[in-house]
């Protein structure tokens, strides 16, 4: 049988693989699967920004925000509860997800110009705060998986550049595999603060990790 996980749960198809087992397995003890599902989030990483935004006080002060790989919509369930209320938010992703108060929905792939433009013309403004949990559909190749994610990652790094607001800030996540080092640095131009952060959320034979970027330095 096949397994589809959709946010945090699991639509049964057919006949199930060992690792659909494996994967449905940690998902019944996951306790921030629990967690979510108590307290009606859609997906546990919504656990992962609630921590990132506690150290950091991301949605401080933000007023327009953008979420890179939205789907299922945990982390802009969580958006809307923190930002004030005359905050907007846009999403995309490449899946539609059921609608979130005071959230416009785009889908479509976020590398195409196009609509990264439909984004833009929708604040008509700068943007204060850009997060991506984007990740590419895994292949099972740890490096390839890796450059795969990279190439999406800076991809958003160049959107960031022309979009973000003098001292806005920037959070993607990585799969750590080689070129994070780099990447980091090539933040580091451009920000005023670059950190690693690992959640507690995070799974921990996980390779991802979360690169904060506070404080763009507007390019003069």
């Given at each position: 049988m096949l397994q589809r996980p959709v946010g945090d749960r699991v639509k049964i198809t057919g006949k199930r693989s060992l690792s659909s087992r494996?994967?449905?397995?940690?998902q019944r003890r996951d306790l921030y699967v629990k967690q979510a599902r108590r307290e009606?989030?859609?997906?546990?990483?919504?656990?992962?920004?609630?921590?990132?935004?506690?150290?950091?006080?991301l949605t401080k002060n933000a007023k327009?925000?953008?979420?890179?790989?939205?789907?299922p919509g945990g982390w802009c369930q969580l958006l809307s509860e923190r930002v004030?209320?005359?905050?907007?938010?846009?999403?995309i992703d490449l899946v539609n997800f059921p609608s979130i108060p005071r959230?416009?929905?785009?889908?479509?792939?976020?590398?195409?110009?196009?609509?990264?433009?439909?984004?833009v013309d929708y604040f008509g403004c700068k943007i204060d705060l850009v997060l991506s949990d984007m990740a590419p559909s895994s292949i099972g190749h740890p490096a390839t998986d890796?450059?795969?994610?990279?190439?999406l990652v800076r991809g958003a790094h160049r959107f960031v550049k022309n979009v973000l607001t003098d001292r806005g800030n920037f959070i993607t996540k990585i799969f750590q595999g080689g070129e994070e080092k780099k990447f980091f640095?090539?933040?580091?131009?451009?920000?005023?603060?670059?950190?690693?952060?690992?959640p507690k959320s995070s799974r921990s034979p996980s390779a991802e990790i979360y690169v904060v970027a506070l404080g763009f330095k507007k390019c003069t």
């Open positions: 494996l994967w449905l397995d940690r009606g989030y859609r997906s546990r990483a919504v656990f992962k920004l609630m921590e990132m935004d506690d150290k950091f006080h327009t925000i953008v979420d890179l790989g939205a789907a004030e209320e005359d905050a907007r938010i846009a999403a959230v416009e929905q785009f889908i479509g792939d976020f590398t195409a110009e196009e609509n990264q433009q439909k984004m890796h450059q795969r994610l990279m190439n640095e090539e933040l580091r131009e451009d920000f005023e603060k670059v950190c690693f952060f690992k």
